[in-house]
Nanobody
Framework: VQLQASGGGLVQAGGSLRLSCAAS????????MGWFRQAPGKEREFVAA????????YVAVSVKGRFTISRDNAKNTVYLHLSGLKPEDTAVYYC????????????????????WGQGTQVTVSS
């Protein structure tokens, strides 16, 4: 299984980015795809997740209204759309995949996810 995250970069405060996570190596129809982020010296933090089967989403309160998550079944790719970026959004963003019945119990818990991508850096300048 491979999760390939991309799309990070340097952006000014108030700007937007779209992160992509391309999934391969198995069928993900029974999985939920999640995005987490980790800033230097901080714990990995849940951002958002989407259930592959029906598109049901979970979004962290801290980013609700600014970030949205979507999927493209044909491309086996999940997107995280970041807008209204703030310097405190600076972090390495990771995508992950977990069995949907596990993730549903605690979407924000890293232990619910089985597979992780390598991360993509997002830096927001003030």
């Amino acid at each position: 299984v491979q999760l390939q995250a991309s799309g990070g970069g340097l952006v000014q405060a108030g700007g937007s980015l779209r992160l992509s996570c391309a999934a391969s190596g198995r069928t993900f129809s029974s999985y939920t795809m999640g995005w987490f982020r980790q800033a230097p010296g901080k714990e990995r933090e849940f951002v958002a997740a989407i259930r592959w089967s029906d598109g049901n989403t979970y979004v962290a309160v801290s980013v609700k209204g600014r970030f949205t998550i979507s999927r493209d079944n044909a491309k086996n790719t999940v997107y995280l759309h970041l807008s209204g970026l703030k310097p405190e959004d600076t972090a390495v963003y990771y995508c992950a995949a977990g069995r949907s019945y596990n993730v549903a119990q605690a979407p924000g818990r890293t232990a619910q996810y089985d597979y992780w991508g390598q991360g993509t850096q997002v830096t927001v300048s003030s």
